[in-house]
Structures are given as C-alpha cells and as structure tokens.
C-alpha cells in the first residue's frame, strides 16, 4: 500500500510522460520517495525507543545524529569523487533543463520564455550547479543561506527529539499536519509560487485525515506540544530555503552536507554543556554511563538519519515545495499507523478512516495539479 500511494505523488507527470526523460523522472521520484519514507520510519521508531526506554537524551541524540551525517557527507563531497566535479551527474537525479515544457510550474528554469533566457544554453548551466566546493564557498550569498540553513537545521532536530520525549509520536505529527498550508504562506512569501484555490482546498482532505489518525492517540503536554509547533513552521522555511539554493548554488548532497556541518557548529556550545553536565554527575557516582548495545543503537539511528535527509534532500530537488509538503504529510500518516502497529495498540477505525482520508486526499492533490498544469503545445514546424 505504502509503495502505491507514493506512486501518487508522481501522477501529475504521467499524462504528459512519454519521452524516456520524463519516465525516468517519475521512476527517480518513487525511489527517492520510497528511501524517504523507510529511513523516516525506521529512524522514528528507533529514536521513541531510546528516548522512553534506553534513557537517552534529546540532546546527546541530536548531537550524534548530525556529526554522523556531517561526517558521511565530508566523504561524498571531499572525496575522490568531487574532484570530478560530477555529484549532481553522478546521483542521477537531475533532469535536463530543456525537458521541462514552458509553464511548468517546477521548471527551475522558469514558466515563460523570458525567465528562461536568463540561463545559459547547453552545458553551461550545468557547470554551474557543478562547481567546486572551493570556488562555490567563495560565494558571499552561500554563506548567508548556510548561517540561516544551519541554524534552522539543528533547530528542528531539537525541536523534533524533544517533542518525543515529552508527548507520543501521534501528537507530535499531528501538530506537523498543518505543514503544507504553512508551506503554501511562506513559497508565496519567499519565492513567490503561488497556488490555486481547487489544489489549495486539497490540501484539507490530508490535513485533516493525518488528525484524525492520530486521534486514538492523542496525549498532551506544553512543552512537546510548543516544542512541535516550533519545528513545524521551522522546517518550513527550511525547506523552502533549501530549495532555492539547490535551484541556483548547490546539489542535494553538497546542501546535505554544509547543512550539517553548520549545524555542529550551532550545537558546540550544547555539546559543551552537556560535557560539563555529565563531569558533574560522574562526581556525584549519579551517572549511568551508556553500554556498547545502546551506544550501537544510537550510531545505527543517526546512519538512518543521515539516509533520510539525503533522500529529502534529493526529493526535494525533484519537486516543488508544496508537493515536498504533501509527501512529508502522507509519509506521517503512514508512520503513526505502522508505530501504532510496532508498538502493539489496538487499531482503531479512526485510523484507517484517517490514511484512507490522506490517500484521497493525494489523488485530488495531484488531479487539480494535473489541470493547472498548462498542456504542452507541439513543436512548430518550419516550411
């Protein structure tokens, strides 16, 4: 079921998907897609584990997360591989410019001719988005998106490790349900994409049903609940963010990997703390110093997370910020089910009704895009 309703998010390219280009599109979503969701959903059922049952902290599960991922994405972008200046090409995940048809409304090109003289012709645009690292961190504007990119970063990781600890994971992606109406507010605020009213009246249908199969497992506490509401919108504007720079500056996996490394260096002063914290403890014999199984759980979890942000990352390169919004709402929905299962409580109706809800909700997501899609007008041809 998982697989099919992924398939959804794709089905507003289908109609027009005829050339391999366009096919291979669709199949490089559904795979990004499906990476996603798996490592989501892995990495959440192993983060609720350590936080109520191995005695870990937010804190010190952020901590390790984003050095692991600073650290596999230091090897991919400082590797022998970047050298060659071929990550984007490398990854197989980006469409060639020219096969977007005027009007797309995700061609990072542009919608009209003109937004599109704007870029160079053949390979030229290519060289840009593969620069090297070196010449791509002499750039003023880069700096500016990875001080606000890296602090937003780490913020939704904490945000999102403390809201576990302190409400069920339902709740907390519960309050996550109204991500994409906040996604609609801020890519028309920061990037001027607008949406019209069948797609935005949509999005209600998988608001709505990610709430209702969640409702079984409602619990309420101040602090989760701020703490979710924060990341919510926080994690909003990140993705938004990040998909402008990956339209003009960088490729997933180098945004990936700055993104982490700026963020470690917004978590040294916590880490410092925590050092200091944990020195105190061990002279009052008040700590309970982590064992090898628990310790390997944690580096597991913050593999699977790394996993996850680059398949974010790389579906995000892939589609627009909204349709990012809708996937990340359907993938949640899926979560609190299969946990709901996991953690072995009973499955109630409001559950089933809620995905059904959500998987409506996709299809009448994708059919309205289908229709404010403008329909690709055939070549002239010259007497």
């Known amino acids: 079921m998982g697989l099919n309703c992924m398939g959804l998010l794709c089905l507003d390219r289908l109609p027009r998907a005829r050339s391999r280009e366009e096919w291979k599109y669709v199949a490089q979503v559904s795979f990004w897609l499906s990476t996603w969701y798996v490592c989501s959903l892995v990495n959440l059922l192993m983060v609720k584990t350590l936080l109520s049952e191995k005695g870990c902290t937010p804190v010190g599960i952020g901590l390790v997360q984003m050095s692991v991922t600073a650290l596999f994405g230091a090897i991919k972008v400082l590797g022998p591989e970047a050298r060659r200046i071929k990550l984007w090409k490398n990854a197989r995940i980006k469409r060639k410019r020219s096969s977007y048809p005027i009007g797309d409304e995700e061609s990072p090109r542009g919608r009209t001719e003109e937004e599109r003289s704007d870029w160079p012709e053949g390979d030229q645009s290519d060289q840009q988005l593969d620069s090297s690292v070196g010449k791509l961190m002499r750039k003023p504007q880069f700096w500016n998106y990875m001080v606000l990119l890296g602090a937003l970063r780490v913020s939704t990781v904490v945000l999102g490790l403390v809201s576990l600890s302190y409400v069920a994971a339902s709740f907390t992606e519960t309050i996550k349900a109204s991500a994409p109406l906040a996604t609609v507010l801020f890519a028309w605020l920061i990037l001027g994409e607008r949406t019209s009213l069948p797609v935005f009246l949509s999005l209600f249908p998988v608001m709505?049903?990610?709430?209702?199969?969640?409702?079984?497992?409602?619990?309420?506490?101040?602090?989760?609940?701020?703490?979710?509401?924060?990341?919510?919108?926080?994690?909003?504007?990140?993705?938004?963010?990040?998909?402008?720079?990956?339209?003009?500056?960088?490729?997933?996996?180098?945004?990936?990997?700055?993104?982490?490394?700026?963020?470690?260096?917004?978590?040294?002063?916590?880490?410092?703390?925590?050092?200091?914290?944990?020195?105190?403890?061990?002279?009052?014999?008040?700590?309970?110093?982590?064992?090898?199984?628990?310790?390997?759980?944690?580096?597991?979890?913050?593999?699977?997370?790394?996993?996850?942000?680059?398949?974010?990352?790389?579906?995000?390169?892939?589609?627009?910020?909204?349709?990012?919004?809708?996937?990340?709402?359907?993938?949640?929905t899926l979560m609190i089910f299969i946990s709901i299962l996991y953690f072995g409580n009973a499955v109630v109706a409001s559950s089933v009704g809620g995905i059904l809800m959500v998987i409506s909700g996709v299809a009448l997501y994708n059919y309205f895009r289908i229709l404010d899609t403008p329909p690709r007008t055939a070549p002239r041809q010259e007497a």
Not at 246 to 252: A, D, F
Not at 255 to 274: E, N, R
């Open 208 to 332: 709505g049903g990610l709430i209702l199969c969640a409702s079984s497992e409602i619990s309420f506490h101040m602090v989760g609940f701020l703490a979710a509401l924060l990341n919510n919108f926080l994690d909003c504007i990140q993705n938004i963010f990040s998909k402008k720079m990956m339209e003009s500056l960088v490729t997933p996996v180098q945004l990936q990997f700055f993104t982490s490394v700026a963020g470690s260096f917004f978590q040294l002063p916590v880490m410092l703390w925590q050092l200091k914290r944990s020195a105190s403890l061990e002279a009052t014999a008040e700590a309970k110093p982590a064992g090898w199984e628990v310790s390997a759980y944690v580096l597991i979890c913050a593999v699977f997370f790394h996993m996850q942000s680059v398949s974010a990352y790389c579906t995000m390169a892939l589609v627009s910020p909204v349709t990012q919004s809708v996937a990340n709402t359907l993938k949640r």
